[in-house]
């Protein structure tokens, strides 16, 4: 079995030692993705803003490892502050409504405190 990392660049993940997925197999592990643009490093405000940025990393993350969105069967999801929970909520629904996999959600500090937050997922390509 073949492991395979896939790296966006981001100087995060060179610092920390990383890779933001690792490909084993029919799994794919997506480390913690952030709001940032990681092309520019640019964090807009807001969370609706930065949770839209996550998901259309993921997506292109999870392109380049040979996944799709629908492949997602597990998510973490990390928000800063339980008040933007209901702001939110309609990127969840807009990004995994129709795929609803297992989710946990929990709020906690992030590494940076203008990071309002972060998703983590599991996709399976298999039976």
């Not at 990681?38 to 040979?66: K, R, W």
Request: with cysteine.
């Amino acid at each position: 079995m073949t492991r395979r990392l896939i790296s966006t660049g981001s100087p995060f993940e060179a610092q920390a030692g990383y890779s933001r997925a690792v490909v084993q197999g029919d799994w794919c592990f997506v480390s913690g993705i952030t709001g940032y643009d990681y092309a520019t490093m640019i964090l807009p405000d807001g969370i609706t803003a930065q949770a839209g940025n996550c998901f259309t990393t993921l997506a292109s993350v999870l392109e380049e490892a040979g996944f799709a969105m629908t492949d997602i069967v597990r998510v973490t999801h990390l928000v800063s502050d339980r008040s933007l929970v209901d702001d939110l909520l309609p990127v969840l629904e807009r990004n995994l409504g129709a795929i609803r996999p297992a989710a946990t959600m929990v709020i906690a500090g992030p590494m940076k405190a203008e990071m309002l937050y972060e998703v983590e997922v599991t996709a399976f390509r298999g039976m």
